[in-house]
Structure formats: C-alpha cells, structure tokens
C-alpha cells in the first residue's frame, strides 16, 4: 500500500534556530507532492506543489524540496508565528487526483 | 472572494443518528473532495464529487454518502453513526477532477458522537 510518512512527529525549536522536516513515500509512481500548514481547529492551508526530483519551491522562511524518495520542508530562522502542524501529501498516478496524507509533524517555536 | 464554506462548524449527535454536513466550494471551482480527520491524525479521503457525480471514494464504509448539486455545492451523509465517526470533517475544492491541481479547503465540521 502506497505510504506516506512524515518525522519528526513533534518538534519543538528556539526563534531563530533553523531545522528540516522530512515526508518520506513510497516510490511508485508519484504525480505531485504538497505541503500543508494546519492551525488548531482550522482546515488546511496550501503551501507548495513539487511535481519532480530536482523541484524546489520557497515562500518567506520556508523551503520545500523534493527527491526520488522524499521531501524537506526546510524552515530558516523560524519565529513563533511559524507554529503549526504541517502536512505532507501525494498524489499517485493511479489514485487520481486524492490525496495521501502523512500524519503530519507538529512544530512549536519558542520565543 | 469567499473561500471554500462548510456548515455546521460544531455539531454534537449521539450513536446511531444521522448527520449531513454541507459545503460550498470556493468561486469557480467545480470539484468537492471531503476528507475525515481523527484528532492528531492527519486528514483521509473518503470521496470526491464532480458533475454530480461520485468520480472516487476512500477506504470508507457505504453508511458515508454524499451528493454535489448544480451549484457544485456539496453534502457529506453519515447514517448509524459510531462512536468512531467523532472528527473534523474537511471539505476540499478544486478546478477539474483528475488533475494535481492545488485543493483549497474549509475550516471543517468538528462533529462527537457521543
């Protein structure tokens, strides 16, 4: 069954202290990968799209990259504002257009 | 522009109810998905809607039923509900079924089954 899994679970970082989390697949077939934010209660907000192995995309303090296996959404000189849970998902060629979500990796930035 | 709306956004039934939970799409989608979503756990498909039809559907049993209008609006329909259903219910929308397009989705309908 294709998978996606996605550590650390929880991850917890000083403002200004830079880390990566990572969403690993299993390699069959991969028709795009997306990077969600979730804030408590809320439903989730798109960030990036990678379609292909070499891809990356940025926004502000976020990085997201892909490679055959996996994706790093790389977060640099974090604030507390970046605290959320953030969401890896897959789109397989032979699943259409639904979505495969990881569990997710819940960030806390500390001031 | 208005997002993507769902209605209610809290609801509390007890086993064995029914529920319908609603949504509207965000402007000029044409494209519903509904996702279930247990607390610390991240979102499941369970179907997708398009031209009023269901076009796919998740790992979910057939007391989950849903329907899109001519609007593109569309309801989520859970019968003899369990005390398993409690969670946020997540409506996505898109442009086109079958692309890898970017899903935009509400803020959800948190629902306990009590």
């Known amino acids: 069954e294709d998978q996606v899994t996605q550590s650390p679970e929880a991850l917890r970082l000083q403002e200004g202290e830079s880390s990566s989390l990572n969403c690993s697949y299993t390699?069959?077939?991969?028709?795009?990968l997306f990077w969600y934010r979730q804030d408590p209660g809320k439903g989730p907000e798109f960030l990036f799209t990678l379609y292909s192995a070499g891809e990356e995309k940025e926004k502000e303090r976020l990085k997201a990259t892909l490679t055959k296996k996996e994706s790093f959404l790389h977060i640099t000189a974090p604030k507390p504002e970046d605290s959320a849970t953030y969401l890896c998902a897959v789109v397989w060629e032979t699943s259409g257009s639904r979505l495969t979500f990881g569990e997710g990796t819940q960030l806390t930035v500390n001031p | 522009d208005a997002g993507v709306t769902q209605s209610p956004t809290h609801l509390i039934k007890t086993r064995g109810q029914q529920v319908t939970l609603r949504c509207s799409p965000k402007?000029?989608?044409?494209?519903v998905s509904w996702y279930q979503q247990a607390l610390g756990q991240g979102p499941q498909f369970i179907f997708q809607y398009y031209e009023e039809e269901e076009r796919q559907r998740g790992n979910f049993p057939d007391r989950f039923s849903g329907h899109q209008f001519p609007n593109y609006s569309s309801e989520l329909n859970v019968n003899a509900l369990l005390l398993g259903d409690s969670a946020l219910y997540l409506c996505?929308?898109?442009f086109g079924a079958g692309g890898t397009g970017e899903l935009f989705f509400g803020e959800g309908s948190r629902l306990t089954v009590l």
């Open positions: 390699v069959s077939g991969l028709r795009g």
């Open positions: 402007s000029g989608h044409d494209t």
């Open positions: 996505a929308s898109s």
